[in-house]
């Protein structure tokens, strides 16, 4: 699933002007029902705010990923709104958020909310990009950025791997969520490609382990 699947023009906003936390994430919340994925709006937001209440989803850098899975969703989506002059998030920074996306997922999705937040998690890394979807002119062109970057990324990951050993091996890994743990998977293996150095990253958030280290290339890496 692609995030442009989830994310229609219905549910970005740009240059929104929110008070306050709670009064962007109620924007959030308008715009996901205004997408038509929720039976029940209050229900949803209340949903998304007990989520903040065990630990902000401001993820730093400008960025903030709220989401909640609840029974008050009906179809599994995203919305999307950008702040240019920033608002105060409780971000893990405590930089002011930019630029947000909301997730929602259905309590039957099973891990759909924490698939999508991976993939969002690797794309806004990217701070040219994520600059650019902050001066997007129109939501068309906010949606065009996030479906070239998303094919590109797509190339990337069916490229064969690199023969032979990872000269560095890494885990990453958060107890409460997964934004982070992708976002420093994403961080390492930018940097090692920078500097010519062959990595291999193993992630373990709330959605399990990926791209597993094996034995073999533990024996085999230069240094872990």
């Known amino acids: 699933m692609r995030i442009t699947d989830l994310l229609k023009l219905d549910g970005i906003a740009l240059d929104v002007k929110p008070v306050d936390k709670n009064d962007a994430l109620a924007k959030l919340a308008d715009l996901m029902d205004k997408s038509g994925n929720l039976a029940d709006k209050d229900m949803y937001l209340k949903a998304v705010l007990a989520r903040e209440a065990t630990g902000t989803t401001g993820l ?63 794309l806004i890394m990217d701070s040219d990009f994520k600059e650019a979807l902050i001066a997007a002119s129109t939501k068309e062109e906010f949606l065009r950025l996030i479906d070239e970057k998303e094919s590109a990324q797509a190339e990337k990951t069916t490229e064969a791997p690199v023969s032979g050993s990872y000269r560095l091996l890494a885990v990453t890994a958060c107890p409460t969520g997964i934004a982070h743990t992708f976002m420093a998977a994403e961080s390492l293996e930018a940097t090692a490609k920078k500097r010519g150095i062959s990595i291999k990253v193993e992630t373990n958030g709330s959605g399990g382990v990926k791209n597993e280290l094996t034995a073999a290339e533990i024996a085999a890496a230069d240094c872990i």
């Not at 960025?63 to 009906?74: C, D, E, L, M, Q």
């Not at 409780?90 to 698939?115: K, V």
């Open 60 to 122: 730093g850098d400008g960025i903030a990923t709220p989401h909640a899975k609840s029974s008050a969703v009906k179809a599994a989506g995203l919305s999307a709104m950008v702040v240019r002059d920033g608002v105060a998030f409780d971000s893990l920074d405590g930089q002011p958020a930019r630029l947000f996306f909301m997730i929602a997922a259905p309590d039957s999705a099973n891990d759909l909310h924490i698939e999508v937040l991976s993939r969002l998690a690797t």
